[in-house]
Nanobody
Framework: QVQLVESGGGLVQPGGSLRLSCAAS????????MGWYRQAPGKERELVAT???????NYADSVKGRFTISRANAKNMVYLQMTSLKPEDTSVYYC?????????WGQGTQVTVSS
């Protein structure tokens, strides 16, 4: 089994920054994709960014140029640096790990962008 634990969410003013972290533990294959997704109230969960074990990244158009995903393989960690935050970025952010044809999700961390 794989466990994912997110941290780093909170309340931030528009234009501010936050850094989310996700720690993975358990039986993790070296070849995997980790990513961040978000879900706002009344909306479907959507992709924010993904990164492969080979450091290939992919971003939603809405966050390109503002968010940066990175990972530390030796620590089984993935990060999401968020800058120039907007009120529409307010969501619960979830960490996901995909490996060996299975998906694992964290419990989510709330990010609220408001003045």
């Amino acid at each position: 089994q794989v466990q994912l634990v997110e941290s780093g969410g909170g309340l931030v003013q528009p234009g501010g920054s936050l850094r989310l972290s996700c720690a993975a533990s358990g039986s993790i294959f070296s070849i995997n994709v980790m990513g961040w997704y978000r879900q706002a109230p009344g909306k479907e969960r959507e992709l924010v960014a993904t990164i492969t074990s080979g450091d290939i990244t992919n971003y939603a158009d809405s966050v390109k140029g503002r968010f940066t995903i990175s990972r530390a393989n030796a620590k089984n960690m993935v990060y999401l640096q968020m800058t120039s935050l907007k009120p529409e970025d307010t969501s619960v952010y979830y960490c996901k790990l995909s490996s060996n044809r299975r998906d694992y999700w964290g419990q989510g961390t709330q990010v609220t962008v408001s003045s």
